[in-house]
């Protein structure tokens, strides 16, 4: 199939899976062309089968704001046409459904047919798509979309609640491709002594630092746990919250123990080695944060929301707590980290988990057969 691909490209976990989706479609074999404003952070711009499209957007003194979305619609109709589609799939439905939507009406116009699939990731549901501002407009993209996907059956249920949807929408959840995102034992003995001696512990957050992530519970908890055991504390990511992280480490004196990182391209060699993940997030339709250090056999302390139950079985593969209770979550960690036997277990079960349910191998078809029926259907 040639497949046309629309995301957020620098940042935010829709970005990542839209960039992951293409990169192992493209592997089976499809046309992958992005259509995106940069090149998708996680493309090295060499992998075979991959296109690339930038969406410039030309100013113009009148415009206060430059109609991103206009350019990105007759982009992609250009795209579409030129290279003769098979299928749009746009991720995070605002303003991407609905540019996808005059894409389509563009090419009509033409006589051609451009099925368009939405996948709902979850702010654009959950925070975004609520905005009185942008619920009607959201809706429109959803209820339009040829075939629209959602990352968790939680999602799912909360689009059906919020934006009062009555059709089909395919949950189709997170992976993680399971031959990358793996503990090498050789690989950890070079690179761990970088960030953390022999006898400390090493904790982990990856996220994009927004206020929903809550990456001062994630110092909180470290600054308990540094207390109690020698650790040290990765973090993986940047955005708005950093400052304020930093702050609060130099607060509770800990700042020579958190690696603060900023964003990295190695996220598969960095997660392996640490030995717990925290990810104790306000909100999360999914959690791929914690999907990839499970895989990478690093267990994840994180929150019973939103869809990270359909991820985390309680004491089995990680452990979950309320937002906000920092305490038990540190107090869970400590004991944790001071036992190696209860940590291996949870440890094998959270990669068994990822590989078992979450694998590349087992979503992406899913993919395909739903790229497949929509086709046949439109
Ligand atoms: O929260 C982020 O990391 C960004 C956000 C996005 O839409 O880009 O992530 C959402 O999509 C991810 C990939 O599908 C999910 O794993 C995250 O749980 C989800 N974030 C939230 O729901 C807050």
């Not at 002594?193 to 904790?203: D, G, H, S, V």
């Not at 308990?224 to 304020?244: E, F, K, T, Y």
């Not at 452990?319 to 906000?324: A, K, P, S, W």
């Not at 305490?327 to 400590?334: I, L, N, Q, T």
């Given at each position: 199939m040639k497949i046309g691909i629309t995301c957020y490209p620098t940042y935010g976990g829709s970005g990542v899976v839209a960039t992951e989706l293409g990169i192992e479609l493209a592997a089976r074999g499809h046309q992958i062309h992005f259509i995106t404003y940069s090149q998708p952070f996680r493309l090295t711009g060499r992998e075979a089968n991959i296109f690339f499209h930038e969406v410039t957007v030309t100013n113009y003194p009148l415009f206060e704001h430059p109609p991103y979305d206009l350019a990105l619609a007759t982009r992609m109709a250009e795209v579409a046409e030129f290279y003769s589609l098979d299928l749009l799939h746009v991720h995070y439905a605002i303003p991407h459904s609905v540019s996808a939507l005059l894409a389509k009406q563009m090419l009509a116009d033409r006589n051609?047919?451009?099925?368009?699939?939405?996948?709902?990731?979850?702010?654009?549901?959950?925070?975004?798509?609520?905005?009185?501002?942008?619920?009607?407009?959201?809706?429109?993209?959803?209820?339009?979309?040829?075939?629209?996907t959602s990352i968790s059956e939680y999602l799912c249920d909360r689009t059906r609640e919020a934006f009062n949807v009555t059709s089909e929408i395919a949950v189709i959840?997170?992976?993680?491709?399971?031959?990358?995102?793996?503990?090498?034992?050789?690989?950890?003995?070079?690179?761990?002594?970088?960030?953390?001696?022999?006898?400390?512990?090493?904790?982990?957050?990856?996220?994009?630092?927004?206020?929903?992530?809550?990456?001062?519970?994630?110092?909180?908890?470290?600054?308990?746990?540094?207390?109690?055991?020698?650790?040290?504390?990765?973090?993986?990511?940047?955005?708005?919250?950093?400052?304020?992280?930093?702050?609060?480490?130099?607060?509770?004196?800990?700042?020579?123990?958190?690696?603060?990182?900023?964003?990295?391209?190695?996220v598969n060699e960095l997660l392996p080695l640490a030995d717990l993940m925290l990810m104790p997030s306000e909100m999360e339709s999914f959690g791929l944060a914690a999907l990839e250090a499970m895989a990478c056999s690093v267990p994840a302390i994180a929150t019973r929301v939103?869809?990270?139950?359909?991820?985390?079985?309680?004491?089995?593969?990680?452990?979950?707590?309320?937002?906000?209770?920092?305490?038990?979550?540190?107090?869970?960690?400590?004991?944790?980290?001071?036992?190696?036997?209860?940590?291996?277990?949870?440890?094998?079960?959270?990669?068994?988990t990822a590989q078992d349910r979450f694998c590349a191998s087992r979503i992406i078809p899913l993919y395909e057969d739903y790229y497949r029926r929509v086709i046949d259907r439109t």
């Open positions: 051609r047919t451009l099925p368009i699939i939405t996948t709902l990731h979850g702010t654009d549901i959950t925070l975004v798509g609520l905005d009185r501002s942008y619920l009607p407009i959201t809706r429109f993209g959803i209820i339009r979309s040829d075939g629209v959840r997170n992976f993680v491709n399971c031959d990358v995102y793996v503990r090498k034992p050789e690989l950890v003995a070079a690179m761990r002594p970088r960030f953390a001696q022999p006898n400390e512990r090493l904790l982990v957050h990856l996220s994009n630092f927004r206020p929903v992530k809550r990456v001062l519970d994630v110092i909180e908890v470290f600054a308990r746990v540094s207390r109690a055991l020698p650790a040290r504390l990765m973090l993986i990511g940047d955005g708005p919250d950093r400052s304020l992280a930093e702050h609060l480490a130099l607060h509770h004196g800990i700042q020579d123990r958190v690696h603060f990182l900023g964003k990295q391209d190695n939103g869809g990270v139950p359909e991820l985390i079985d309680d004491q089995i593969n990680g452990l979950l707590f309320e937002v906000g209770d920092v305490d038990s979550m540190a107090d869970a960690a400590v004991r944790l980290l001071l036992d190696q036997t209860r940590l291996n277990e949870l440890a094998t079960a959270a990669r068994k």
